[in-house]
C-alpha cells in the first residue's frame, strides 16, 4: 500500500486535539508500517494560525496550492464552528475534498464539512453540545450525537475531541489491520475502540458526568479484577450497597444492568487478546472469566455478531 497523503485543515480559533490527536495516531503507525501515512497542515493561507487558546503554529500550504490528499481532515474548535467562508474559498476547500478518497470531520469540523458539501446527505456526528445547530444548519444531514463516529459513503466524522483518534484508529485499522491499529493504540495508551454503534461517552465518564461517584471505585476494581469469579453480591458488597441499590445505579447511569456490564468488560478484553495474541480460543475465554467455552461463543456471538473463531480467521 502507497503512503498516505493526509492534510488537516486548520484555521484561527481550532481545538489543538482535534488535530494532534488524529495527527499522532496517523504518525505513530508509521512506526509499524513504514511511511505508513504522511501529514500537512493546510490553511486559508500561509502563515501563523492560533488555536482556540491563542497558542500558534505555521500553515504548510494553503488550500489554493494544495497537491492532491488521501484523506482531508476537518479539524473542529470554536473558530472552525463559526467560520466564515467565501465562494472561492469554498470552491478551493470543494476542490481538495472531491479530490480525496476519504474526508474526516472531527467534532465541529462537521460545521464546514456541511458548508463544503451542503446539497449532499450524509450521516453525521459532532460534539453533543452542538448537535441541535448543526442539524439546523445542515438540513440535507442526519445529524447522530450517540456515535464515537459514523462513516457515511466517504464521509467519516466524529463527536467530542478525543474520538477523534479513535477514527484515525479505525481508519488505521481498515487500512492496515488490527495488529497495526491495536499496537498504536497501545503506544498511545489508548482503547482500541468497537466499530459502530457505540455511547459518545465512555462508561467511565458517564459516570464521572453523573450526579453518582459512588460506581467509579467498582468500575476501577472490576477492570483489574474481570478474570475472577465475581457475583452481583460481590459488586453490591464492594460500594456498600444492596444489589437491588447497584443494578437501580447502573441502570441509571450505565444503561446495562451489573452482570451485563461486566460481561461487555469481559467480551472486549477476549477481543483485544484474539486480536493482539497467538491464543487458543479456549485459553481467551479462561483468561477472561469464562468457565466455558461454549458459554463464551456464545456470548462472544450475541456481542459482536459473529463467532470467536471467524474473528480470529480474519484478523489480519
Given amino acids: 500500500m502507497m503512503t498516505q497523503k493526509i492534510g488537516f485543515f486548520i484555521a484561527d480559533g481550532f481545538q489543538a486535539l482535534d488535530l494532534f490527536g488524529p495527527l499522532d495516531a496517523f504518525m505513530e503507525a508509521n512506526s509499524f508500517v513504514s511511511e505508513a501515512y504522511s501529514c500537512s497542515l493546510l490553511g486559508l493561507t500561509v502563515g501563523q494560525v492560533n488555536t482556540v487558546y491563542g497558542q500558534s503554529l505555521s500553515i504548510d500550504t494553503d488550500i489554493y496550492h494544495s497537491p492532491q ?33 476519504k474526508v474526516l470531520s472531527i467534532c465541529t469540523g462537521a460545521f464546514v464539512l456541511a458548508k463544503i458539501f451542503p446539497d449532499q446527505h450524509h450521516r453525521v456526528t459532532t460534539h453533543w453540545r452542538y448537535c441541535q445547530q448543526l442539524s439546523r444548519q445542515a438540513a440535507n444531514y442526519q445529524v447522530e450525537k450517540n456515535p464515537l463516529f459514523i462513516e457515511s459513503d466517504f464521509v467519516w466524522s466524529s463527536a467530542g475531541v478525543l474520538s477523534g483518534v479513535d477514527l484515525a484508529l479505525e481508519i488505521i485499522r481498515r487500512d492496515y489491520g488490527n495488529t497495526i491499529a491495536a499496537s498504536v493504540a497501545k503506544e498511545l495508551v489508548v482503547y482500541l475502540q468497537r466499530r459502530g454503534g457505540q455511547s459518545q461517552y465512555s462508561d467511565l465518564l458517564q459516570v464521572q458526568s453523573s450526579d453518582s461517584m459512588r460506581l467509579n471505585p467498582l468500575l476501577e476494581w472490576l477492570v483489574e479484577n474481570y478474570q475472577k469469579s465475581i457475583t452481583v453480591t460481590d459488586m453490591a458488597d464492594k460500594t456498600s450497597l444492596s444489589e437491588r441499590q447497584l443494578t437501580r445505579l447502573f441502570k441509571r447511569h450505565l444503561n446495562s444492568t451489573p452482570s451485563h456490564y461486566l460481561n461487555q468488560l469481559r467480551l472486549n478484553r477476549a477481543r483485544d487478546l484474539i486480536t493482539c495474541k497467538s491464543l487458543r480460543l479456549e485459553r481467551v475465554a479462561l483468561l477472561v472469566g469464562f468457565t466455558s467455552y461454549d458459554s463464551f461463543r456464545r456470548a462472544f456471538h450475541n456481542q459482536f455478531g459473529v463467532s470467536p473463531s471467524y474473528f480470529s480467521r480474519n484478523c489480519p
Fill in 69 to 101: 490528499v488521501d484523506y482531508l481532515v476537518i479539524c473542529g474548535g470554536t473558530g472552525m464552528r463559526k467560520l466564515a467562508l467565501d465562494a472561492k474559498q469554498l470552491n478551493a476547500l470543494r476542490g481538495i475534498a472531491e479530490g480525496a478518497s
